[in-house]
Structure formats: C-alpha cells, structure tokens
C-alpha cells in the first residue's frame, strides 16, 4: 500500500469514528442513523449527474451491499442501546476484519506479506482488548444482548466490506460505484424509518438537518475513500487499516462523550498503533 493511499485510509478512519459518535447523542438512534444515511444520500444523489450508472457486473453487489448495510444500521441501534461507544465501537468494528481476511485469502486469492498479516492480527487484538476494557466504571462487562448484537454487527461489516469491494473492483469507477451505492442506500433506510416511525416523525428528523449533512459528509467521505482504496489495495489490509478508527472512536468517547480513558484502554491502543505501524511496514 503506497503512502499516500495509506493517509488516505487513516483519514477515512477519522470520519467513520466521526459520524459514529454523532450516533450517540441528540436523536435516538434509528432517527440519527436514518437521518445520518438519508443526507449521505442526498449528497450522493446531487452528484449523480457527473458519474456513470454503474455496469451490470457491478448491480448484484450493490443491491446486496444495500441490504447488508440496512442490517449493519439496525443491529448497530440495538447494540449501542446497552453499551459504551467506547465497548461496543471496538468489538462491532474489530472483529470484521479478522473476517475480512479469513475471506480474502480463502475465496479472493488475495496474497498478503507476513508482516502485512502480523499487522492485522495486532490491530484486531488490540480493538479487542480496548473493547474489553471500554465499558464505564463498573459496567466493564458488556451485557449479552449488547455483545450479540455487535458481533452480528461486525457479520454485517464484513458482508458489505467483501460485497463493495468486489462490487468496485467490477464496476472499474470506485466512485461511480460509491455514490449510487449512498443513495439507494439513504432511500432505502429512509423507507425503512418511514415503515417504522410513520410519516409524522419525518418533521423531528429533519429538524436536525445540520447534524446529519456532517454526519452524512463524513459517512460518504468516509466509505468513499475505503472503497476505493479496496480498488487499488488488498481488502482485508484496508479493512483493517480501516478499523485504526477505534483511536478515534477512544479520544471522542473520553474528550465529548465523558466515558472513561484507563490505562488499560490506554495499552491497547498501543497496541493498535503498533499494529498499524507494522502493517505500514508491510
């Protein structure tokens, strides 16, 4: 992975942290997720008209990209209801890339240097020791209904990171590829809150436009660069990379959320720093 692609990455991994925290605070969830969606949507929609439609080999991985996402979105609600940003962040995000790879070098042929592979390994580790350590003070355990739902969250992960990964690498214009995927998809979590809310709620969500469009900014952003990025590098390397988010996620958690920094944590994200450092190095 050259340089430059790799601060590319990181940079992404800021956002995705970013609208993330702005998931737990203001609206409920569901609203701030759809709300979050629909504008990433709406700014993919506007540039539409400078991008081609994506190419038929591409159109059965966004639909089943689409899909994965609507899952990801609900089961992410439902784990965030019973734990920490900070313990539950860790745990949905670190194990998908452990099921990236497994993947990826078992269906995609995709070859990855030994220190490439160490470097995955210790990010993974060290997400999951921080998500371990996450919760406030004394609520360390995550409740089995919270951990259930942020693994099958990180099964979601995996299945859309997989799916657009492919889907891009088919499609030949990342970008295309992205921004028709971020507005079907905000249309379709839109219908989704629509089905569950009802009509009369739409005015609430909307009262909080500002909030969405820099969550929906930073989501775009976000997954736009991990797309292309999967288009020019190994997936599982930038599924990985990708999940250096949980630093981020640690600072927002401690610095605006007010959950607890312990050195524990602190270790552990050591940990992860090596393991980007040595997937660097890879």
């Not at 591409?58 to 940003?85: E, K, T």
């Not at 990010?123 to 099958?152: D, E, N, P, V, Y």
């Not at 952003?221 to 292309?228: K, M, P, S, V």
């Amino acid at each position: 992975m050259e340089t430059w692609v790799f601060s590319l990455v990181l940079a992404a991994a800021a956002m995705h942290a970013g609208w993330n925290a702005l998931v737990k605070v203001g609206l409920d969830r569901l609203s701030a997720i759809t709300l979050i969606a629909l504008c990433a949507g709406l700014l993919s929609l506007a540039a539409l008209p400078f991008v081609s439609p994506p190419g038929p080999p591409a159109w059965p991985w966004m639909a089943l990209s689409v899909v994965l996402h609507i899952g990801y979105n609900l089961f992410l609600i439902q784990a965030y209801r019973g734990g920490d940003l900070g313990q539950v962040y860790p745990i949905a995000r670190g194990t998908a890339p452990l099921l990236v790879t497994l993947v990826s070098l078992a269906a995609l042929n995709e070859g990855l240097a030994q220190r490439e592979l160490l470097g995955i390994a210790l990010l993974i580790a060290g997400i999951w020791l921080m998500a371990l350590w996450g919760g406030r003070a004394g609520h360390a355990r995550l409740a089995r209904r919270a951990l259930g739902s942020a693994l099958t969250t990180s099964l979601f992960i995996a299945g859309y990171t997989l799916a657009d990964g492919v889907g891009a690498r088919a499609n030949h214009d990342p970008l295309g590829y992205t921004l028709w995927l971020f507005a079907i998809n905000g249309m379709a979590m839109l219908v989704v809150f629509l089905g569950w809310r009802g009509a009369s709620s739409l005015s609430r969500l909307l009262a909080h436009w500002r909030g969405g469009l820099a969550g929906g900014a930073m989501s775009l952003g976000a997954y736009g660069i991990t797309i292309w990025a999967m288009s020019v590098a190994p997936i599982a390397l930038v599924a990985a990379l990708r999940e250096s988010s949980v630093l981020f996620a640690l600072a927002i958690s401690a610095l605006l959320l007010g959950e607890p920094l312990s050195r524990g944590r602190l270790l552990a994200g050591l940990l992860i720093v090596s393991g980007v450092i040595v997937t660097r190095l890879g």
